[in-house]
T-cell receptor, first 117, second 114 residues
Framework: AQSVAQPEDQVNVAEGNPLTVKCTYS??????LFWYVQYPNRGLQFLLK??????LVKGSYGFEAEFNKSQTSFHLKKPSALVSDSALYFC???????????????FGKGTHLIIQP | NAGVTQTPKFQVLKTGQSMTLQCAQD?????MSWYRQDPGMGLRLIHY???????DQGEVPNGYNVSRSTTEDFPLRLLSAAPSQTSVYFC?????????????FGPGTRLLVL
């Protein structure tokens, strides 16, 4: 079964410092990987995706993610953190469900990112 | 565009009661889905639909029913609520199942089952 793991419940970073939010995946075949952000009392917002091509993917709000096939990782990064980046971040992978021929998304448990002024 | 709207925002039910969570979108999206979000577990797909009249099960469909009679609406029904269904429910939509990673999420419905 496809799955993603986010090993950190919370990441604390000082404003202006680089940030990394970790994600590892387990899939059969080529992975379709995604990052989402959730602000308090809001639904998820799509940040970026990796389907194929360059291992460094750029997304919204200055975020980027690095796909590493040998380490089965897809870490989210940003060179300089802002206080407004504080939110809950989810990694996800495209998944085939047994209920039908189509597919959905499997999410990690989420990582709270806290940017300290 | 109102985007994806969900009602109610918050609901308290007693065990065994039934209710319908409403979801509507005004973007003419074909793909709609329902997720539940529980602490420490991320989002899990309950049911999804690739168009009017077509629905299918996701990862955790038991205890929930859906229907898609129009493109705009995708209600989620709890036939007999259980405390294990206490959660935050999100509806989402996208142009097609191929675009689902960029789907728009509604604001969520918080459900408490006593």
């Amino acid at each position: 079964a496809q799955s993603v793991a986010q090993p950190e419940d919370q990441v604390n970073v000082a404003e202006g410092n680089p940030l990394t939010v970790k994600c590892t995946y387990s899939v059969s075949g080529n992975p379709y990987l995604f990052w989402y952000v959730q602000y308090p009392n809001r639904g998820l917002q799509f940040l970026l995706k990796y389907i194929t091509g360059d291992n460094l993917v750029k997304g919204s709000y200055g975020f980027e993610a690095e796909f590493n096939k040998s380490q089965t990782s897809f870490h989210l990064k940003k060179p300089s953190a802002l206080v407004s980046d504080s939110a809950l971040y989810f990694c996800a992978v495209r998944t085939m469900y047994s209920g039908g021929g189509a597919d959905g998304l499997t999410f990690g448990k989420g990582t709270h990112l806290i940017i300290q002024p | 565009n109102a985007g994806v709207t969900q009602t109610p925002k918050f609901q308290v039910l007693k065990t065994g009661q039934s209710m319908t969570l409403q979801c509507a979108q005004d973007m003419n999206h074909e793909y709609m889905s329902w997720y539940r979000q529980d602490p420490g577990m991320g989002l899990r797909l309950i049911h999804y639909s690739v168009g009017a009249g077509i629905t299918d099960q996701g990862e955790v469909p038991n205890g929930y029913n859906v229907s898609r009679s129009t493109t705009e609406d995708f209600p989620l029904r709890l036939l007999s609520a259980a405390p294990s269904q206490t959660s935050v429910y999100f509806c989402a939509s996208s142009y097609s199942i191929e675009d689902q990673e960029t789907q728009y999420f509604g604001p969520g419905t918080r459900l408490l089952v006593l």
